[in-house]
């Protein structure tokens, strides 16, 4: 464990503190570092979301209400969070999302007290896509980063790559440590899916294997929770509408997004989670599921492997494969025993590898190498 003594706060910066995995993990690192007694800030660029309460007075949230295309509010929102950072003494910032980073850098250039930005790419689906100017600001403003990574080491190793950086490690979030629910065979288990309903998660691919599973005469429910983005309403239409063509809808239920009070319910009910995913870094929702005490069943894409060992952790398939997900289904809906040891075996890997204090161990870690170092934007 790393010595917990940082002379000043640590703050987590990211668009907006919504119900995705990056925006889990940056408020449960806020929460992580507040009850190792270090001042803890959470910064929403935009609002808080969902998160809007701290379970611990050592950490404080803050919105600072930059609107997109709103350029008055973007200033303003930089020189709050340029006060902030001086005023509270915040000596890391940590960012989440590529829409902050510029901003960030921008607020933070020029300070009399070095503050490092620690930067984090954690979207797996498109890594350095942007064109023309935007792309050339994004690469100048990495560089300006005391340390940067990548969700898994397939987005380190580009990063390092297209933007020419001498080092990019990887990062692997965590999530609160909780006891797992005892497994119990029931009559009609139920199969979770959890993440938002855009093509590259390809719930659709569970919607045809349950179907297949089904007609076999195998009785389970599944629950497909997430909603859309603002650009795949039509994906989760024609989700909606794939689960009615097959008949499937007395089984496969599709509520959306639901808030996390909900969720854990859900999560809590289940015996199987699936992930389909054909590009991933770490998921902090495959996490939650280990921690539950779930057995899973996930696409081996990004670093997925380091957490499910095939047949040890749980059961590991290929991407785009819907046959390999029809057996693996399959084999957990038929085998209790073997249900009862994956889930037991994730949930112990969770809380060693993946806890939140895990997590926050490894992140302060590689502040106080960057304080070491004495290189930074200032």
């Known amino acids: 464990m790393p010595n917990t003594q940082i002379d000043g706060s640590v703050a987590q910066v990211i668009g907006t503190f919504g119900g995705g995995g990056a925006q889990r993990l940056a408020y449960n690192l806020a929460v992580g570092l507040g009850e190792m007694g270090i001042r803890s800030f959470a910064i929403a ?78 979207d797996s689906e498109s890594v350095l896509s942007e064109t023309g100017w935007r792309r050339r600001i994004l690469i100048a403003a990495l560089r300006r980063c005391a340390s940067v990574s990548g969700s898994c080491q397939r987005v380190a190793d580009k990063l390092r790559a297209d933007a020419v950086l001498g080092h990019v490690g990887v990062f692997h979030g965590g999530v609160p440590e909780t006891s797992a629910v005892p497994y119990r065979e029931l009559i009609f288990p139920s199969v979770l899916w959890l993440g938002r309903m855009v093509p590259p998660k390809d719930p659709q691919s569970l919607v045809r294997a349950a179907a297949a599973l089904r007609a076999e005469g195998l009785k389970f429910k599944v629950d497909l929770l997430g909603g859309p983005d603002r650009r795949t309403q039509w994906y989760f239409d024609q989700t909606r509408a794939l689960i009615k063509a097959l008949g499937a809808d007395e089984y496969v239920l599709m509520p959306g997004f639901v808030p996390d009070e909900a969720m854990h319910a859900v999560v809590a009910n289940a015996q199987i989670a699936v992930q389909t995913s054909h590009t991933e870094g770490m998921s902090i929702a495959l996490m939650e599921q280990m921690m539950a005490g779930l057995a899973i069943v996930a696409t081996d894409v990004g670093d997925t492997s380091k957490a499910i060992r095939h047949d040890d952790t749980g059961l590991l398939i290929p991407s785009h494969d819907d046959g390999s997900l029809t057996t693996a289904l399959r084999r957990l809906l038929t085998d209790v025993d073997l249900c009862r040891r994956l889930a037991m075996a994730a949930h112990e890997e969770a809380v060693r590898t993946f806890s939140l204090r895990a997590m926050t161990c490894r992140a302060l870690s590689e502040y106080q190498r960057t304080l070491r170092e004495g290189v930074g934007n200032g």
């Open 45 to 122: 660029l935009r609002d808080a979301g969902y998160y809007t309460r701290a379970p611990n007075p050592a950490v404080t949230i803050v919105s600072l209400d930059a609107r997109p295309g709103h350029l008055l509010s973007v200033c303003l929102a930089v020189l709050r969070l340029r006060t902030l950072v001086k005023r509270e003494k915040i000596r890391v910032l940590h960012v989440h999302g590529t829409g902050s980073l510029p901003l960030v850098i921008f607020a933070t250039t020029g300070l009399r007290r070095r503050v490092k930005v620690c930067f984090t790419w954690q």
